[in-house]
């Protein structure tokens, strides 16, 4: 069945390229309903009870996928279709793109008002007294990050795992998104679920940095500065994955990203990454380029390696069927 994967990985790929988001019905937006459900049954402000919101949060999906996977084990055709129809379902790669091209329209407008109202399908900053290189900065902060996250982490718990992957990695993803922040409310009931999608997201941050650094020469980036920041700055942000994607868009872009974020209600300083000007809405038209690009290059990476680990896993199988097959002989 690794041929099935690794078609249903690109076929997702393509519709995502080609369709975007389903517009209805969207598959993690219900999910997203039933976490809130669950939250509400489950909610104490402790680890434990966060721990066990996301063990159902997350389990109960990736059972579910799972199940999918063993009914169609002899129906390849069937498994790509579900492999395809999962991947087009998690991946954000021409949704990401959008944002960030309608965000470069409005400040090469100069149209701030319709920029600060924007941001906020991008990331959860306060917008209100922001500045044409602040926004730009959360827009290229945001593309870098979620070119992992959207992306990258996907096409590679797919690769990994199949669909039971591909579920579990943006139930996990989601889940942070809803209680993984430091607020008052989700300070330990998070925790769980925060640290879950760090470790989901340790490879696969990594890799999109490999990969922006290799694709900067595609929008006029320095490889060897890309690399060189990415080095010196990829461990300096306070989250142990943002910073490694952020660091090398900084350094492929040639501008400096970093600084103080506002969030409603708390304000953050982040440590600078890069050594260029702030970015400007040129600069966010680079990054959405070099995420396509990334993300494409992610995408048959992942086909790749679910074509060999099904390979890998046919020569066990082999293997075992022969030596069962000389012990039984051995025994008549």
Known sequence: MSAANAVGLLAGFALDAILGDPRRFHPVAGFGQAATALERRLYRPDRAAGTAYAAVAVGLPVA???AATALTRRQPVARAALV???TWAVLGARTLRREAGVMAGALER????????RLGHLCGRDPSRLDEPELARATVESVAENTSDAVVAPLFWGAVAGLPGLVG?????TLDAMVGHRSARYARFGTAAARLDDALNLAPSRLTALLTIAGAPLVDGDRDRAWRIWRRDGAD?????AGQCESAMAGALGVRLGGRNVYFGRSETRPFLGDGPRPVALDIRRASRLSGAVGAAATALAAATALATGAAWARRAKAGHSLAGRSARGRR
């Open 64 to 66: 579910a996928a799972v």
């Open 84 to 86: 395809a129809a999962g």
């Open 110 to 117: 100069g149209d701030l008002p319709a920029a600060r109202e």
């Open 169 to 173: 990695y943006r139930a996990a993803n």
């Open 237 to 241: 942000h306070p989250s142990p994955n």
